[in-house]
């Protein structure tokens, strides 16, 4: 069984990208646990970010068990202690070793570039273009660091969902 990992900043397509990886290969989704935790109570503190990481885990590992030869994470753990690091200053110990230790299960993180334009959200937070390269450069930085499997996804939405696919392909074929 192979996770596969939509990363990268806000506002760049991870969960129309996702969705859509999920039904070409007929592979299981697991859907961004933080953006329906934010619905149902408002907005997130750093208390919340255990509790986000630790649902995100059994919803994969559940849908990992499920038999299915891939997995479709619309987020991943690394993610979660990215934003915690950059929200609050800092991350809980839980789950910066959990997200450390994880972050190896993923045969492929697809790196979605910041190269499409912001759609604003209230659960959004660096609309301007520099935060936006920021945050980039940060999410980028942290598959390098790790020595994590990673393809860049570029482009406008047909572009991204046809390298997307390859991606996956190649990964499936190996």
């Not at 969960?15 to 149902?40: C, G, M, N, S």
């Not at 910066?96 to 979605?112: D, F, H, I, M, S």
């Not at 759609?119 to 940060?138: I, S, T, Y």
């Amino acid at each position: 069984m192979k996770r596969i990992a939509l990363y990268g900043p806000e506002s760049t397509g991870k969960t129309k990208l996702a969705e859509r990886l999920a039904a070409h290969f007929a592979a299981p989704l697991v859907a961004e646990y933080a953006r329906e935790r934010w619905d149902q109570q408002g907005a997130l503190g750093l208390e919340d970010m255990l509790p986000i990481a630790r649902e995100q885990w059994r919803r994969e590992d559940a849908a990992a068990a499920a038999g299915s030869r891939l997995v479709i994470c619309d987020t991943d753990a690394l993610t979660t202690l990215l934003w915690s690091d950059l929200l609050y200053g800092t991350t809980p110990d839980e789950l910066r070793r959990g997200a450390e230790q994880r972050c190896k299960n993923y045969a492929l993180y697809l790196l979605l570039d910041i190269d499409v334009p912001f759609a604003p959200d209230p659960q959004r937070c660096f609309p301007d273009p520099a935060d936006r390269e920021k945050c980039r450069r940060v999410w980028r930085g942290a598959l390098e660091r790790r020595q994590l499997p990673f393809v860049d996804i570029r482009g406008d939405w047909a572009q991204r969902e046809v390298a997307a696919i390859d991606a996956v392909q190649q990964l499936l074929v190996r």
